[in-house]
């Protein structure tokens, strides 16, 4: 029992923590890919070409290849002149500079070549881009803060962008219900300390909210830290407008908890990933900010051990807890080597496993008490090995920094190969376990992410890229994942890059019926293009 | 302060609680109709008639007509021999007094003329039946407990029941993860029964669970009690699979909290009556349960007070709220002259507004002296006049019973107009009282429902129906809610007696767009035909 560390000083930490939180990576995106060089270089030589020369492109797996649809129009320059009629010229982008850096994604994964970027201020706006985009057949790709992980958001070869970022109104909000009413392109974080300074808090949180909009969020179903406690979007999207891609506005802007009137087609725009339509106003319910916040670090000497903690906390902390995410020895290993400043909590010795649990509730002397005494019977029980609970905000953030600064240790430790799974939790750390014995002494392998969701970040981390490692990985982890009915995309969604993985996760009849929505809603497939979608039913001219 | 009655035993009561909520209305849904004899001759007398001889129907509302579709084939031998080969002789149901009780909805107040009822028991049963009435386009209704209030779970003509009621198997239940994966036709009280032994429990609670089933639940996407804490269905249900019009079976039964792979059709047939598919299984997240559950019934002088109330209930007892329900003054009079055995809980004065409070939480001790300290501070701000907490299970149950007997209460003091509205918060009541104005002593106008979720049962009560009285509430209520982007369905859903009604609370784009993902999906429209969507948009042959 003496090891357990607990300070005894009130913890209140919440709104700052927030935007502590957020500086490891959103501050400047586009910077974060300076630790990205090696693989960058070894992505090249794998086989990014030059869209406007070949028209084709390879995208790190031998299977994908993609042409350019020869069904959509060229830009000409009625084209253009008609965007700057509506939109006024300096609306209308060309600039090669900016074209560049709205061409490609903030991983520098993912590349299009796209001569025109359009800044639409209104609803109406965006519905006549489109309106005379599909007449025109001229395919675009909606964009927002960019930091998708799928090459989502930036084109594959010329489609117009459609930059959604001037539209960043927050439209109401009402303090009785908390329900919030915003355009799209407001940035999450702005959001947050809107909603900070009335005191309530967005449902959702991510990494990169300093820079992806509501919109973004919305229509890729974004998941974060907060969904163990809140729930994903589909529940806390009360109502959103769409643009389809004939140009027909969609107000669906409910701002009502209960509303069974007809189909809830919102539903559809939310996870589409903009292939469905462009989402230019969303309404959201928002909990109410609580007043005290508590962090423990954990560690635990198994899996079964980190399982059977979740179960206990859901039962125990219930209604308090609000994040629960683990990594294993191999990832602490990892980030302890490679993540500069980073200290492990539990410096005596290294664990199997590490726990992050924190809880949030509105008093703070009780809910400090309440994780204590958790924690106390968690070590008694065997559960949990060693512990921390922060005592302040500097000490809460580094403990995030460890989990929060993962994908940043693996990007500066050379070659990685990622996956965001979804798996049975029982089952959950099998595929970690068989990787390992797969790959032997050729890649690291490690295994960390939102326990509380099932959610799995299983990475695979070698000195450089290899075909034969490459192999030894996919198709098995798909098919791994596959025969457990887990996900290939737990909370990045689709893009471009798994589009043709989605068997993998849906019957051939779900995607065929995808297709058929798809078809009906934007029957000249204009709507972000060569993603989401399988590649045959992407392409249905 | 030495109004407030508090008593120090400690509460805990929340499974016994779960059983007695139940009794009053759910162990025989027919019999509630004992007290609606008035209501059904008045409305025999508004023009129910016998379909089979002149084939079309008065709902009420001298607006609503509906003829049989003639693109609809009728029954023949063949047909029923077809139904004995696939599903055996006794689950092709033809017997007079049990096709009686299957037209009929629990209220008795919708009634069809279908002459038989077919029980598959499996998915592929319920496959080939849609198969074979799709290519001969016999129209069916899907059919679960018959526990709705809209006319949606029976047929209107002739249609072909499918009765679900056999598939009632427990397929899985993951004690991590609280993932329940069952058959449509399991009962919600028998699931909530499974889960109580497991130490969980469905995250949705209705008075009708003795009869309602999970399918039905999720095919009206069904609020109730629990709403407030956990959201909505569209949120915990995690998977589904439904069967499609042409007999495809749409295999979505995932059991992931986060899976972002393609469009998340299953929200498709969230909700959607039984129009778009008939759900066959679900898969869906339940909370652990929590050990203690407090109860406070209050008395607030103005609605303004309410309101307030409901505010700082949010932030200050934040986790731990499970229900905040209202009525208003004429509710409390009518349940006290018309309801046997009830009785105020506060009863040295009426007052004009009574709250009910819930928490649930999982440390009694702790949970109960923070209801008590938020109400003591409720009170010396002036929010709260008067008010109890129950001390043991009868007197929580006599709680629940002023507000859960509000509907009983009504059917015995005669005719109903009832309105189950989605409405801004702050303006919710003015709709109450302007009805007062409107309608002066011709009628009581009471008031109460879902503060939390925002959600009026508006409903009037006269001593019979009346034209006069009618016209001059529809369609003033339905404009009112329109024009305060209300929803005319908070959680009823629309069936047949709202299906023309949808217009009040979506917008035509909306609509036009529900009709074409109505015609994608069931081009015959054999499903659940004449209802959900409107007259126009259902027989598009």
């Known amino acids: 029992m003496e090891?357990?560390?607990?300070?005894?000083?009130?913890?209140?930490?919440?709104?700052?923590?927030?935007?502590?939180?957020?500086?490891?990576?959103?501050?400047?995106?586009i910077s974060a890919f300076r630790f990205a060089s090696d693989y960058r270089e070894n992505f090249v030589k794998r086989g990014l070409r030059n869209a406007s020369s070949i028209q084709y492109r390879f995208f790190g797996s031998v299977a994908t290849e993609i042409q350019r649809n020869t069904w959509f129009s060229t830009l000409n320059l009625d084209d253009i002149s008609y965007f700057k009629e509506i939109l006024g010229e300096k609306n209308v982008i060309q600039d090669p500079d900016v074209l560049l850096d709205a061409n490609t994604d903030w991983m520098r994964k993912?590349?299009?070549?796209?001569?025109?970027?359009?800044?639409?201020?209104?609803?109406?706006?965006?519905?006549?881009?489109?309106?005379?985009?599909?007449?025109?057949?001229?395919?675009?790709?909606?964009?927002?803060?960019?930091?998708?992980?799928?090459?989502?958001?930036?084109?594959?070869?010329?489609?117009?962008?459609?930059?959604?970022?001037?539209?960043?109104n927050i439209i109401a909000f009402d303090k009785v219900s908390g329900i919030l009413v915003c355009e799209a392109g407001c940035i999450l974080e702005n959001l947050i300390s809107f909603l900070d300074d009335q005191g309530f808090i967005m449902p959702l949180d991510l990494g990169a909210k300093g820079s992806c909009q509501i919109g973004g969020n919305v229509s890729t179903n974004a998941g974060g830290l907060r969904l163990v406690r809140y729930g994903s979007l589909h529940g806390n999207v009360l109502g959103l407008e769409a643009v389809l891609a004939n140009g027909d506005v969609i107000d669906m802007l409910g701002t009502l908890r209960k509303d069974n009137t007809g189909y809830d087609l919102k539903h559809l725009f939310i996870g589409s990933e903009g292939s469905l339509g462009i989402v230019t106003k969303v309404s959201i319910l928002t909990p109410p900010k609580l007043s005290s916040v508590n962090l423990a670090f954990l560690a635990c000497k198994d899996y079964f051990s980190c399982q059977k903690l979740l179960l206990e906390a859901k039962r125990k902390l219930g209604e308090v807890l609000s994040a629960f995410e683990f990594l294993d020895k191999q990832t602490m290993d990892l980030v302890l080597n490679h993540l500069e400043g980073a200290r492990n909590p539990l410096p005596s010795s290294m664990h199997n496993f590490y726990v992050l649990i924190e809880t949030t509730g509105s008093d703070e002397s009780y809910d400090r008490e309440k994780l204590e005494a958790f924690l106390l019977r968690s070590m008694e029980d065997g559960l949990v090995s060693d512990g921390v609970i922060a005592q302040d905000i500097n000490q809460a953030s580094s403990f995030w920094r460890i989990r929060e600064g993962v994908a940043e240790a693996l990007m500066k430790a050379g070659a990685v190969y990622k996956y965001d799974l979804s798996l049975p939790l029982e089952k959950m750390y099998d595929l970690v376990e068989?990787?390992?014995?797969?790959?032997?002494?050729?890649?690291?392998?490690?295994?960390?992410?939102?326990?509380?969701?099932?959610?799995?970040?299983?990475?695979?981390?070698?000195?450089?890229?290899?075909?034969?490692?490459?192999?030894?990985?996919?198709p098995y982890v798909y098919e791994w994942t596959s025969n457990h009915r887990g996900s290939i995309s737990a909370e990045h969604g689709l893009g471009l890059v798994k589009a043709n993985k989605i068997y993998y996760s849906k019957s051939p009849e779900t995607?065929?019926?995808?297709?058929?929505?798809?078809?009906?809603?934007?029957?000249?497939?204009?709507?972000?293009?060569?993603?989401?979608?399988?590649?045959?039913?992407?392409?249905?001219?």
Chains 1, 2 share one sequence.
């Not at 357990?4 to 939180?21: A, C, E, F, G, P």
Request: with cysteine; net charge positive.
């Open 3 to 29: 090891k357990w560390r607990i300070t005894h000083r009130l913890l209140r930490y919440s709104s700052n923590l927030l935007v502590d939180r957020s500086s490891n990576c959103s501050a400047s995106p």
């Open 110 to 168: 993912y590349k299009g070549s796209s001569k025109l970027m359009l800044q639409p201020r209104t609803t109406s706006e965006v519905s006549q881009i489109l309106k005379y985009c599909n007449s025109r057949r001229l395919a675009v790709v909606p964009q927002g803060g960019k930091t998708g992980l799928v090459g989502g958001s930036v084109p594959v070869f010329d489609e117009v962008i459609i930059n959604v970022g001037s539209m960043n």
């Open 434 to 474: 068989e990787m390992r014995i797969r790959l032997g002494q050729t890649a690291k392998v490690i295994g960390y992410g939102h326990l509380g969701d099932g959610n799995l970040h299983l990475n695979i981390s070698a000195p450089q890229y290899n075909d034969a490692i490459f192999a030894q990985i996919e």
């Open 511 to 541: 995607v065929h019926l995808m297709g058929s929505i798809k078809k009906l809603l934007d029957p000249n497939g204009i709507l972000n293009p060569y993603k989401v979608l399988p590649h045959s039913l992407n392409s249905y001219h």
